[in-house]
């Protein structure tokens, strides 16, 4: 691939002149060089990490538009290195938590009427659960660093004997060394949960200065339509200013939980009887401060949600500024204020963890129910058959993501726990106390959990199998020319019935959450009820009842802390292999489409950088060129064209066409999101462009038909293609064709059939087009565009896929 800059226009062409095939890819990633079927590309317009490609051979279209009358000029914009690009972003695995909670955010129920409070309510309630997901994370940090470490460990004997590293803040091993007083311990282990902050901010702030800071293309005095969808308002893909305000929240949320969790302690000595007046007075001072710092945060989540109607350039920079240097400065008063020298203070027992983790998770779960409440009430105002859970998707991922919370961070301190504890179990007659008790009951509520799960899975296993046989008889109707294979036939139904299975995932997540739910309410009572870990509450009980608590908290804290080396293997794995991150990647395309509205801290909004990357460059070339224009997408490729199309003017949207195959936009977005892709904004959309054609495979677990009402239908939705091509050898096929599923959707000959339809359906509105061209260059009022991939060889050009060819486009 040459790096070189080709022309972007060369001069403005006839309007029956050159048109443009813009290609988007799907998830996963791709090279231009596959794209455009050719080895030689070069970079149009962009950056190493999203940028326009051409054929070197198509680099002066534009100066040559004679040469272009009957065919199109590819063009590649790829994008896969905003997700999968370099091996730092393998570190957003440890953000997963952040980023479900804000998908939470996006799958509000669509409403006919105007509810603007409900609404409202709904982006408070997923924002404070977000919230919550901070301080959970930093609570976890300070369990590991001050309580199970300097705390419990140091302040023990047998266990700082068995680490070294520890030995000088031991107070029996190193006799009246300075930092040896619980107080300075403290203070000192508060450095790790405060760097946690620190690079979570860098982070934060790092993607906000290169996605958030992308510019949407300005509108100009045109006037807006609200349309049917918020995604085509001006201020949708700029979310600059709300993300810098969470951040600064968060931030400030994170600092103040290291504060209180270092001032707790020394301030309950200071309150005993005997205890120092002054340092008394100045505890309760400290306090009363950093509840009013949490209020504000509270009050600074709550204040603002997305500015969209409007590209809202401001920022808050006194607040942006000010909130986590105040936080910062409270904190290091209380560090000095917690490593006073307090003669006869020593550690004992467990930091206040449990009334810690018990409240967080007593909040997380009236925040879901809540939410739940306002969700049903605005799918009963526009109701819908097709949404999922009635409504409840949103609550059941933000129930989701707190599991997830949890159980990260819980793991991490069970591993920790486990580790320091040099004598046995902790809790359970080790050299230390060990982990909150909340904790370990949450751990113990993962078998019962992963029980449920393979009920689930073979439920969903007869549930395939009995699909499979039924569509044995549609397989042989789909190729009745051909002779009887019954392995064959049953290889096919099974991949369509597997396929199938996408559309049982809300049911499973449904599921899952209303169990967590359940399990987790059960974990917290337990552990306020009893005040001890379940194989000792249940100590003289029934043999069953006894046995089973036992066994579920020593498998419970196995599987918790193995999924926790999982995890960390699977992401340094993914930071030193380029395929692992790619992997991860395809976890990123689908999960990062959204802006961060709910979290600051979750991976960033690639989106926020493609979709004016493609409307600017769209509008540009034809303004400069008068060309035709058609734009295609693969997979996740067609929901950043539904996207840009919608950014586009209303005068420019006008004159698109749309080509898009292996799409999610109905059967994954558009019930999962139905406010911002429903049956109302797909239908819009099919109004507001020239023309919209969608091509799916019932062997697709991804894509799938759009399912517009009447005739609307079928206009957009083609027939489902035949996967695979041919049922056994043919002479076209003489080898076993592969099932090709998602991808590769232009190996099928409908595929360039359908492309050619579409061309043809913007048939110039003035004299000009070549005769015999099958209505292949194409005008549509000056505007010119891409679909994707006829890969049918045109004469006179090298390449296997010919100067038309549009080539895999990786899904």
């Known amino acids: 691939m040459e790096a070189t800059k080709g022309p972007t226009t060369g001069g403005r062409a006839p309007s029956d002149g050159t048109a443009l095939e813009l290609l988007v890819h799907g998830v996963g990633g791709t090279t231009p060089e596959e794209m455009l079927d050719d080895p030689r590309t070069v970079r149009v317009t962009g950056d190493e990490t999203a940028a326009v490609y051409r054929r070197a051979d198509d680099a002066d279209a534009e100066r040559r538009p004679e040469a272009y009358r009957d065919k199109p000029v590819p063009e590649a914009y790829v994008w896969s290195n905003l997700t999968s690009g370099n091996a730092s972003r393998a570190l957003w695995l440890f953000l997963l938590p952040f980023m479900v909670v804000n998908l939470a955010h996006w799958m509000r129920p669509r409403t006919r009427r105007s509810r603007s409070r409900a609404i409202g309510a709904y982006g408070l309630l997923v924002r404070l659960t977000g919230l919550t997901l901070t301080v959970v994370l930093v609570a976890a940090a300070c369990e590991v660093a001050l309580d199970l470490a300097v705390w419990q460990c140091a302040g023990t004997r047998a266990c700082a004997e068995d680490h070294s590293w520890l030995k000088f803040l031991s107070p029996e091993l190193f006799h009246h060394g300075w930092w040896t007083q619980p107080g300075r311990r403290l203070a000192l282990g508060a450095l790790a949960p405060t760097s946690l902050m620190a690079l979570l901010w860098y982070l934060s702030h790092r993607t906000w200065s290169t996605y958030e800071s992308a510019q949407p293309m300005p509108r100009g005095d045109e006037p807006e339509e609200d349309g049917h969808t918020a995604l085509g308002r001006p201020g949708f893909w700029y979310g600059r200013r709300l993300v810098a305000r969470l951040r600064a929240a968060h931030t400030a949320a994170g600092l103040l939980t290291i504060a209180a969790a270092v001032g707790t302690s020394a301030a309950r000595f200071d309150r005993a009887a005997g205890g120092p007046a002054v340092l008394d007075v100045l505890g309760r001072v400290l306090d009363g401060l950093l509840i009013a710092g949490g209020c504000f945060v509270v009050w600074v989540v709550a204040r603002r949600g997305r500015s969209e109607r409007r590209l809202d350039s401001e920022l808050d920079r006194a607040l942006v500024r ?21 003669p ?3 550690s004992g027992g467990r930091l206040p963890g449990d009334a810690t983790f018990g409240g967080i998770a007593l909040v997380q779960g009236a925040l879901v129910v809540a939410l739940a409440v306002v969700a049903r009430a605005l799918h009963r105002g526009s109701p819908d058959t097709r949404t999922v859970l009635h409504g409840l998707g949103g609550p059941a991922v933000a129930m989701l993501a707190c599991a997830l919370g949890g159980v990260m961070t819980g793991g991490v301190a069970q591993r920790v726990a486990d580790w320091v504890d040099g004598s046995g179990s902790p809790g359970a007659g080790g050299s230390i106390p060990g982990p909150p008790v909340l904790l370990t009951w949450q751990a113990s509520v993962i078998p019962p959990l992963l029980v449920m799960l393979l009920v689930l899975a073979g439920w969903l296993a007869v549930h395939t199998f009995v699909r499979t046989r039924r569509g044995l008889a549609q397989v042989r109707a789909d190729y009745p020319e051909e002779p009887a294979d019954g392995a064959r036939a049953r290889q096919i139904a099974a991949t369509r019935a597997r396929a199938a299975l996408t559309d049982r995932a809300p049911l499973a997540v449904g599921l899952i959450s209303a169990v967590t739910l359940l ?3 059960g974990a917290l009572a337990g552990s306020w009820g009893t005040g001890e870990v379940p194989s000792r509450a249940a100590e003289g009980t029934w043999a069953l009842l006894d046995g089973a608590a036992q066994v579920a908290q020593a498998l419970g804290s196995w599987l918790i802390g193995f999924g926790s ?8 794995r993914a930071y030193k292999d380029v395929s692992a991150r790619r992997t991860i990647g395809i976890l990123w395309d689908v999960g990062t489409f959204w802006p961060r509205a709910a979290h600051p801290f979750a991976p960033p909004c690639y989106a926020e950088r493609a979709v004016p990357d493609l409307t600017w460059r769209m509008a540009t070339w034809t303004r400069a060129t008068g060309g035709r224009l058609v734009l295609s997408g693969h997979s996740q490729g067609s929901v950043l064209a539904a996207a840009a199309a919608w950014q586009l003017k209303p005068s420019m949207r006008g004159r698109v066409g749309l080509l898009t195959y292996g799409s999610p936009l109905e059967r994954l977005y558009g019930r999962w999101f139905p406010a911002y892709f ?13 023309c919209w054609r969608n091509l799916h495979r019932a062997t697709d677990p991804i894509g799938g038909p759009v399912r517009l009402p009447g005739e609307e239908g079928t206009r957009v939705d083609a027939p489902a293609f035949k996967d ?12 076993p064709a592969p099932i090709l599923g998602h991808g590769d959707y232009q190996a099928d000959p409908a595929f360039a059939r359908e492309r050619s339809a579409l ?7 003035v004299p000009g087009q070549r005769p015999g061209s099958g209505g292949r260059a194409v005008d549509v009022g000056g505007v010119a565009a891409a679909t994707g991939g006829d890969r049918r060889k045109q004469p006179g050009k090298p ?5 038309g060819s549009s080539g895999r486009s990786s899904g």
Request: proline share 7%.
């Open 322 to 342: 000010r909130l986590p240097l105040v936080s910062l400065g409270l904190l290091v008063l209380t560090l000095v204020y917690a490593g006073w020298s307090r």
């Open 344 to 346: 006869g203070w020593e």
């Open 519 to 521: 399990l987790g309410a």
């Open 565 to 572: 080396i999982l995890f960390v293997t699977w992401g340094r």
């Open 678 to 690: 429903g049956p109302e904004a797909l239908e819009g959309l099919h109004h507001e462009v020239v």
């Open 724 to 735: 695979p091509l041919a049922f056994g050898r043919t002479e076209l096929h003489p080898l």
């Open 759 to 765: 061309l043809a359906r913007l048939r110039p509105a």
């Open 799 to 803: 390449g296997k896929g010919g100067q």
